[in-house]
């Protein structure tokens, strides 16, 4: 158990070790904390190699605190479409605000000072006050978590947030004074590439040897203990590609909810049936010249999983329909979508279905 576990014995082997394997990432290059903060953000269940395109753009655009703070909202949605959950990049520019009116638009040097803002758990904000400051804070994440509850044989269910708490008390007291930050990345590092979350852990790399207790009892399967997710919801829907040329049909997300504020393409709840779609287009004003089904898709939210089916919608000149509603829908071309409207990654497959490209693909 992590209660019983001399934690203080992992400290040395696990710096050696990272001095000698750590990966030559982006992040690591400074230790500027806005460009840490940016970074742990982005990595919150989130490969590295997919961060990487995601990390150089947004710091590209928004290079300091007070860019981020005063970016215009649909493009920095825009900076992190494909990455999701985006109240995350929402609570990191309420961030920057209190950054710039309290701080003189630099992060805090203070711990509990950064666990304070918006958007910050005890997680990010040991990573930040360790690597960017030297702060004696851990940083405990799921990687963390997985490794430690192996090495010592815990088996505290890691989905209960008790657990997370009493393992970064357990840390503070073993935070090596002159190389915090390097630990808390060593820590990290272990769990990414040694002891890894999926497949085989390779025992044979890791710095800890025969001081890990799952290994020596052979029971490295059982451990971490992580309570099995409830069950999702499912929602069906059917997704509309209406087009006019080269234009698309978009339409804007409520303020609220699930994906608030992205923009979308058309979709009602339940799958309708060809004569349906086109009664829908021309209540919207539309003349539908052209209609086909599409392929099936899926997409998968924390608590809910949405199972689509598509139609392409090919309409008639919409200026010659637009006095037949009193707000009649805008189609929009699929350049200016590539470049500035934010579409969640749940709609990916019939973005490709007309060559829009989303998230890091469609970089330039």
Request: charged share 30%.
């Amino acid at each position: 158990m992590l209660e019983d576990y001399k934690l203080e014995n992992l400290v040395e082997p696990a710096l050696t070790w990272f001095e000698k394997n750590k990966r030559d990432l982006p992040w690591r290059k400074d230790r500027n904390p806005y460009h840490i903060w940016v970074s742990e953000i982005m990595l919150q269940q989130t490969r590295v190699e997919a961060v990487k395109g995601y990390y150089e753009r947004f710091l590209h655009r928004l290079p300091t605190i007070r860019d981020l703070a005063e970016c215009p909202e649909d493009e920095l949605l825009k900076l992190w479409e494909g990455l999701g959950y985006y109240n995350r990049v929402r609570n990191m520019q309420k961030a920057a605000k209190i950054i710039m009116e309290d701080y003189g638009g630099n992060m805090p040097k203070d711990y509990d000072a950064i666990l304070a803002l918006p958007g910050i758990g005890a997680y990010t904000a040991g990573a930040i006050s360790s690597i960017a400051y030297g702060i004696s804070a851990p940083a405990v994440d799921g990687n963390v978590l997985r490794i430690l509850c192996r090495v010592s044989e815990d088996d505290s269910d890691i989905k209960k947030e008790g657990v997370k708490k009493k393992l970064t008390s357990l840390l503070f007291p073993i935070m090596p004074e002159k190389s915090p930050g390097d630990f808390n990345q060593a820590l990290m590092e272990i769990g990414a590439i040694v002891c890894l979350p999926n497949g085989e852990p390779l025992c044979d790399k890791c710095p800890w040897g025969k001081m890990c207790q799952a290994k020596c009892h052979n029971s490295i399967d059982r451990y971490p203990v992580k309570s099995k997710a409830a069950k999702r919801r499912i929602e069906e829907k059917t997704v509309l590609l209406i087009m006019d040329g080269d234009k698309i049909l978009i339409e804007k997300r409520p303020s609220k909810g699930l994906l608030a504020g992205l923009y979308q393409f058309p979709n009602l709840e339940g799958y309708l049936k060809r004569d349906d779609v086109i009664s829908y287009v021309r209540k919207k004003g539309l003349d539908p010249i052209f209609t086909e089904p599409l392929p099936e898709a899926k997409h998968i939210f924390s608590h809910i999983e949405w199972r689509m089916k598509g139609y392409l919608v090919k309409v008639s000149d919409l200026e010659l329909y637009q006095e037949t509603v009193e707000e009649p829908p805008i189609l929009i071309e699929k350049s200016k979508i590539q470049s500035e409207y934010a579409i969640p990654a749940a709609f990916e497959k019939y973005a490709t279905y007309v060559n829009l490209t989303l998230g890091k693909k469609g970089f330039l």
